[in-house]
């Protein structure tokens, strides 16, 4: 059974432009949940998909935005990059949404100059 | 809207010590509150899953605990050792689909031999 992956593990773009990060769920996972984890700061969450469709959406603007595809992998967009936006970028899969376990991916460190 | 505290929010042991690490979240409306740990610029390991209904769950040195009612979870770590040094989250959950784990700024753990 292999656990949550994402790719790539570290990357580094300039303000202004757009980013894609990817997250590859565990077998048997059909919801996947994206956070932002700030330095020193606890991860904050940006939004949940379930079978494909957005079900739950944390304090982030519209320029963060995510699919999930029918084998249940996702990917996280942002737009117009800020500095701000410079963090780790964790990934969670769930058997299921709702009340019950998540397991992390190793994460994606961004850095925006 | 939920908010987490975790207490102390740095710690440092010698090896052989047993610890508590603490967490107090607002809002008593949860279903389960889950551990985890990270180690530095890396993912989050799931360490336990509290359903509110246990109260309690065991992990071989780990043992936590849920007090619903007064909004407090504690993590005992028995006999520290220098590999059990690293940040330590907890992140309660509302009984929603869609809902997102709130997560506090963690306790960082340093264990020395």
């Known amino acids: 059974e292999t656990g949550v992956t994402q790719s790539p593990t570290h990357l580094i773009k300039t303000r202004g432009q757009q980013v894609t990060l990817r997250c590859s769920s565990q077998?048997?996972?059909?919801?996947v949940s994206w956070y932002q984890q700030a330095l020193g700061q606890g991860p904050q969450f940006i939004f949940q998909?379930?079978?494909?469709?957005?079900?739950g959406r944390g304090n982030f603007p519209p320029r963060f935005s995510g699919l999930q595809f029918p084998n249940y992998s996702s990917e996280l967009n942002v737009n117009a990059l800020e500095l701000d936006d410079s963090a780790l970028y964790l990934c969670?899969?769930?058997?299921?949404?709702?009340?019950?376990?998540?397991?992390f991916g190793q994460g994606t460190r961004l850095t925006v100059v | 809207k939920q908010e987490v505290t975790q207490i102390p929010a740095a710690l440092s042991v010698p090896e052989g010590e047993n610890l508590v690490l603490n967490c107090s979240f607002t809002?008593?409306?949860?279903?389960?509150l889950q551990w985890f740990r990270q180690d530095p610029g890396k993912g989050l390991t799931s360490l336990l899953l509290?359903?509110?209904?246990?109260r309690e769950q065991t992990s071989g040195r780990l043992n936590a605990s849920l007090d619903k009612s007064s909004g407090r979870s504690t993590l005992y770590i028995a006999a520290s050792q220098p590999g059990d040094s690293a940040t330590y989250l907890c992140?309660?959950?509302?009984?929603?689909?869609?809902?997102?784990?709130?997560f506090g700024k963690g306790t960082t753990l340093s264990v020395s031999s």
């Open positions: 992140a309660p959950q509302a009984n929603q689909a869609g809902t997102a784990l709130i």
């Open positions: 809002d008593s409306a949860i279903y389960n």
């Open positions: 998909y379930y079978r494909e469709e957005e079900n």
């Open positions: 077998s048997g996972h059909n919801t």
């Open positions: 969670a899969s769930s058997p299921r949404t709702g009340n019950t376990e998540a397991f």
């Open positions: 509290i359903q509110s209904s246990q």
